[in-house]
């Protein structure tokens, strides 16, 4: 039976595959000049565990890094994620 981190880890993981994927269908979808993910479904995705797999896509495909309000945005989400487990993390110490 796994701990729940392992769970954690996996869901983290899974939801960062697939946010990586939603960025880079994103970018083809800009290039393309065709219709886009709306910012607030990528947003949705960093905040249900993507983060990690959306900065990956930033740096990797080179995408929306120039967007000052939607960069805010993300780097607010990972805070939260942050605070949230480093809060968890103190209580369980």
Known sequence: ???IYT???IWYAAVSVITFAA???DKRKASRSTRRTPEATLHTMELLG???GALIAQ???K???RKKGFMVMFWMIV???IAVWGAW???QW
């Open 89 to 91: 993390i103190f209580r």
């Open 59 to 61: 740096n990797l495909f």
């Open 7 to 9: 769970w954690i880890a």
């Open 63 to 65: 995408h929306k890094r």
């Open 23 to 25: 960025y880079g269908l």
């Open 1 to 3: 039976m796994h701990s």
């Open 50 to 52: 993507g983060w990690p």
């Open 79 to 81: 805070i939260a994620h």
